[in-house]
């Protein structure tokens, strides 16, 4: 008997831990097979997305995915795909494998560290490395890809070429000796609507107060975060009156979880699988985020009856057991609804059997019995997708993607239609001297600190006089550029704030606010001959939030002027884009030789090394296991921060059209951001 009860726990108790996909943002008919024993059902926004989920939406219809790493995966009408692979190994790395059978889908994302991140299409693949925007078009006799933004890896049986931003590739699988390649993206009407979701999801000031990277906008206009002295910052949703967690929804069952809680609330996603929800006086229900990205079903504790099941929240931290009552449990908490044993669903819509004394209608329980495992459900099959098997490029240096070498490549004119538009490259970008727009930083963005964002320095050409001493090819230390403009998030239209140069920054406690720190001392730079063009290259792709182009700048600008008097405002401008590119752990380690020099660094402007500390303070809180190192660097970044602040946040430096009011306010957010890194890195080492 044991052994049976064993085997009917859910996988999830005896697997390596799962990973699931949210169903997002979708509209018109949208259906999901999850399991290939199940029928197809139609969405239900929050339902979580295992491996192996089919997803297909009808004419008109458009849907959403969002991983867990922060990529988003997007279907357009009549488009059928799949979750091909979606699975974590021992290691920590994650695999990913989007395939589309049919129709339109688009990809925004990344892989972190050594993720394996790949696209498939009957036909074709293709791996991203980095940061990418892309394109999947199928139809029945031909597949095309084509880089909105990034670089991928594109693979085919006829090459393996890296497909770049601007690019279209078309295969077609019955003649996979060839393929074609079009120099520019044609445009289709979708691409605004996977543009705009790209906008929405891109910042969000949640992203400050959880460690996940899905689900976060939707927190943002729905409820607010508060911090309180024993459970540190948590999330209020806006809620009537007599509302309570795990009341609007329902209960699915999952092989790998068990019940799985499927929340209404459009913005029931992180606070039921990602932490535990509590009563606070004066407070109401808040959701206190978990310290761990690890996947949960919904924690409750569990109430059976005579065909009746009911439910509540888990307080943070309970280590419930049948020994006593759950911590929170009242009648006023707990949600009924009918039960039955092999219930696929538990759902308390309309239920009008509540009891009036639940102690004696039901008892407490840990769990409520599975379903049967029918053996019909093992031996269900689906139809192989169009896309076909895949390859996963190697994450070892040197490692090649196959050992035979490549066939030939051959490129040839498609027939029409569609026409295939050979066009020259384009024309050189204009000057960077032109004035910059808002850099999106995805993270909180305080007025005080960021209503006027630091200048980016005009590297355009200008002729001076020459310096003695040194070739007449040799740049100038670079003037001031034009006033940058208000962050994204003040929304199209707004009005411009231009503001005086701000005083000098205390940084660390090792310098009076009456007297310069060191990043405003003159310093005599001077670029190398030609280093002028790519730092202004650099600055086009940030202030055109091109984050993966500005990377591959910065390299190149690495790479070419290793020993650059402007190695200070590199690493400023690889933290911006690391950051634009949500890579936490890679905004550290740009961000840690300026916070270990916080005094001496070589900026002109006092508040691009505020900007540094404050991300690299916020951009720790989202590391699930930061590394010593990390560790280090975000304390003493914090720590700074909070020396910093009070120097600069004075009435002198409050531009005109900022109140006192907003100006305060941002040097309260600064200093709180700094505080709440410290007291979660307060237990590490």
Not at 58 to 78: H, T, V, Y
Not at 196 to 224: C, F, N, W
Not at 338 to 367: E, H, M, N, V, Y
């Given at each position: 008997?044991k052994?049976?009860t064993?085997l009917?726990l859910?996988a999830?108790l005896?697997a390596?831990?799962?990973?699931y996909?949210?169903?997002?943002?979708?509209e018109g008919?949208v259906?999901?097979q999850l399991?290939?024993?199940?029928q197809?059902?139609p969405?239900e926004?929050?339902?979580?997305?295992?491996e192996?989920?089919?997803l297909r939406?009808g004419?008109?219809s458009r849907?959403e995915?969002?991983?867990?790493?922060?990529s988003a995966?997007?279907?357009?009408?009549?488009?059928q795909?799949e979750?091909?692979?979606?699975?974590?190994l021992?290691?920590?790395?994650?695999?990913?494998?989007l395939s589309l059978?049919h129709g339109?889908?688009?990809f925004t994302?990344q892989?972190?560290?050594k993720d394996?991140?790949?696209?498939?299409v009957?036909?074709?693949q293709v791996?991203?490395?980095r940061g990418?925007?892309?394109?999947l078009?199928?139809?029945e006799?031909?597949?095309q890809i084509?880089?909105?933004e990034g670089v991928v890896r594109?693979s085919?049986?006829?090459a393996e070429?890296?497909?770049?931003e601007g690019?279209?590739?078309?295969?077609?699988?019955a003649?996979?000796?060839r393929?074609f390649l079009?120099k520019?993206?044609?445009a289709m009407?979708?691409?605004q609507?996977?543009?705009?979701?790209?906008?929405?999801?891109?910042?969000?000031?949640?992203?400050g107060?959880?460690?996940?990277?899905?689900?976060?906008?939707d927190?943002d206009?729905?409820?607010?975060?508060?911090?309180t002295?024993d459970l540190g910052?948590?999330?209020k949703p806006?809620t009537?009156t007599?509302?309570?967690?795990?009341?609007?929804g329902?209960?699915?069952?999952?092989?790998?979880l068990g019940?799985t809680?499927?929340?209404?609330d459009?913005?029931?996603?992180?606070?039921?699988h990602?932490?535990r929800?509590?009563?606070?006086e004066?407070?109401g229900?808040?959701?206190?985020?978990?310290?761990t990205?690890?996947?949960?079903?919904?924690?409750v504790?569990?109430?059976?009856?005579?065909?009746?099941a009911?439910w509540?929240?888990l307080a943070?931290?309970?280590?419930w057991?049948?020994?006593a009552?759950p911590?929170?449990y009242?009648?006023?908490?707990?949600?009924?609804?009918?039960?039955?044993?092999d219930?696929?669903?538990?759902?308390?819509?309309?239920?009008?059997?509540?009891?009036?004394?639940?102690l004696?209608?039901a008892?407490?329980t840990?769990?409520?019995?599975s379903?049967?495992?029918?053996a019909s459900?093992?031996d269900?099959?689906?139809?192989e997708?169009?896309?076909?098997s895949?390859r996963?490029m190697?994450?070892?240096?040197g490692v090649?993607?196959?050992s035979?070498?490549?066939?030939?490549?051959?490129?040839t004119n498609p027939?029409?239609?569609?026409?295939?538009?050979v066009?020259?490259?384009?024309?050189d970008?204009?000057?960077?001297?032109?004035?910059?727009v808002?850099?999106?930083?995805?993270?909180?963005?305080?007025?005080?600190i960021?209503?006027n964002p630091?200048?980016?320095p005009?590297y355009?050409?200008?002729?001076?006089?020459?310096?003695?001493?040194?070739?007449s090819?040799?740049g100038?230390?670079p003037?001031?550029?034009?006033p940058?403009a208000p962050p994204?998030s003040?929304?199209p239209?707004a009005?411009?704030h231009?503001a005086p140069r701000p005083?000098?920054v205390?940084?660390g406690?090792?310098q009076?606010?009456d007297?310069p720190?060191?990043?405003?001392i003159?310093?005599?730079k001077?670029f190398?001959a030609?280093e002028?063009?790519?730092a202004?290259e650099v600055?086009?792709?940030?202030n055109?939030?091109?984050?993966a182009k500005?990377?591959?700048d910065?390299?190149?600008w690495?790479q070419?002027?290793?020993?650059?008097?402007?190695q200070?405002?590199?690493?400023?401008y690889?933290?911006?884009?690391?950051?634009g590119?949500q890579?936490?752990?890679?905004?550290?380690?740009?961000?840690?030789?300026l916070v270990?020099?916080?005094?001496g660094n070589s900026?002109?402007?006092?508040?691009?090394m505020?900007?540094?500390?404050?991300?690299a303070s916020v951009?720790?809180?989202k590391?699930?296991?930061?590394t010593?190192e990390?560790t280090?660097?975000?304390r003493?970044?914090?720590?700074?921060?909070?020396?910093s602040?009070p120097?600069?946040f004075t009435?002198?430096?409050?531009?005109?059209?900022?109140?006192?009011?907003?100006?305060?306010k941002a040097r309260?957010?600064?200093?709180t951001?700094a505080?709440t890194?410290l007291?979660a890195l307060?237990g590490?080492?």
């Amino acid at each position: 008997m044991k052994r049976l009860t064993w085997l009917l726990l859910p996988a999830a108790l005896i697997a390596a831990q799962a990973r699931y996909a949210r169903l997002g943002e979708f509209e018109g008919t949208v259906e999901v097979q999850l399991r290939a024993a199940d029928q197809w059902m139609p969405a239900e926004r929050n339902l979580p997305l295992p491996e192996s989920a089919w997803l297909r939406t009808g004419a008109a219809s458009r849907l959403e995915i969002e991983l867990d790493e922060g990529s988003a995966w997007r279907l357009g009408p009549d488009s059928q795909g799949e979750i091909s692979d979606y699975s974590r190994l021992s290691t920590g790395q994650r695999v990913t494998l989007l395939s589309l059978d049919h129709g339109l889908a688009y990809f925004t994302g990344q892989p972190e560290g050594k993720d394996a991140l790949t696209l498939a299409v009957p036909g074709a693949q293709v791996t991203l490395v980095r940061g990418a925007r892309v394109r999947l078009e199928v139809e029945e006799s031909w597949s095309q890809i084509s880089v909105i933004e990034g670089v991928v890896r594109f693979s085919s049986p006829a090459a393996e070429i890296d497909l770049r931003e601007g690019q279209t590739t078309r295969v077609e699988p019955a003649n996979p000796a060839r393929f074609f390649l079009n120099k520019e993206v044609p445009a289709m009407e979708s691409d605004q609507w996977s543009e705009a979701r790209d906008k929405t999801l891109q910042s969000s000031p949640s992203a400050g107060h959880v460690i996940e990277r899905y689900g976060l906008v939707d927190l943002d206009g729905a409820g607010e975060w508060t911090q309180t002295e024993d459970l540190g910052t948590v999330w209020k949703p806006k809620t009537p009156t007599g509302w309570t967690p795990y009341q609007n929804g329902r209960w699915r069952w999952y092989d790998t979880l068990g019940y799985t809680w499927v929340s209404d609330d459009q913005w029931g996603w992180l606070p039921y699988h990602y932490g535990r929800w509590t009563r606070k006086e004066n407070l109401g229900w808040v959701w206190v985020p978990a310290k761990t990205a690890v996947f949960k079903p919904g924690e409750v504790y569990w109430m059976r009856g005579a065909k009746l099941a009911g439910w509540g929240p888990l307080a943070p931290g309970e280590e419930w057991n049948l020994s006593a009552a759950p911590l929170q449990y009242l009648n006023v908490n707990t949600t009924f609804a009918a039960f039955q044993q092999d219930a696929a669903a538990i759902d308390p819509a309309g239920f009008t059997g509540r009891p009036k004394d639940p102690l004696l209608a039901a008892t407490f329980t840990l769990a409520l019995p599975s379903p049967a495992l029918l053996a019909s459900r093992l031996d269900a099959t689906r139809p192989e997708l169009r896309a076909g098997s895949t390859r996963v490029m190697p994450v070892l240096d040197g490692v090649t993607f196959q050992s035979a070498p490549a066939p030939t490549i051959v490129i040839t004119n498609p027939p029409a239609p569609p026409p295939v538009v050979v066009i020259t490259p384009p024309p050189d970008p204009p000057d960077p001297q032109t004035t910059p727009v808002a850099v999106a930083y995805p993270v909180p963005v305080y007025t005080g600190i960021l209503v006027n964002p630091p200048d980016h320095p005009d590297y355009s050409r200008r002729p001076v006089p020459p310096v003695p001493g040194t070739a007449s090819t040799a740049g100038t230390k670079p003037p001031v550029g034009p006033p940058a403009a208000p962050p994204a998030s003040s929304g199209p239209g707004a009005p411009r704030h231009d503001a005086p140069r701000p005083s000098p920054v205390e940084t660390g406690g090792t310098q009076k606010p009456d007297r310069p720190p060191a990043s405003v001392i003159n310093r005599d730079k001077r670029f190398r001959a030609g280093e002028r063009t790519i730092a202004g290259e650099v600055i086009k792709d940030v202030n055109g939030n091109n984050f993966a182009k500005a990377l591959v700048d910065l390299d190149s600008w690495t790479q070419h002027y290793h020993e650059s008097d402007y190695q200070d405002d590199r690493a400023y401008y690889y933290v911006l884009a690391h950051n634009g590119m949500q890579q936490p752990g890679k905004v550290l380690e740009a961000a840690a030789p300026l916070v270990a020099k916080t005094g001496g660094n070589s900026f002109d402007d006092p508040r691009q090394m505020i900007l540094v500390l404050y991300l690299a303070s916020v951009n720790a809180q989202k590391l699930p296991s930061p590394t010593r190192e990390q560790t280090v660097t975000a304390r003493t970044a914090a720590r700074s921060l909070l020396d910093s602040v009070p120097a600069y946040f004075t009435p002198e430096n409050r531009p005109p059209s900022t109140t006192n009011t907003d100006w305060m306010k941002a040097r309260t957010d600064l200093e709180t951001a700094a505080r709440t890194t410290l007291q979660a890195l307060g237990g590490r080492r």
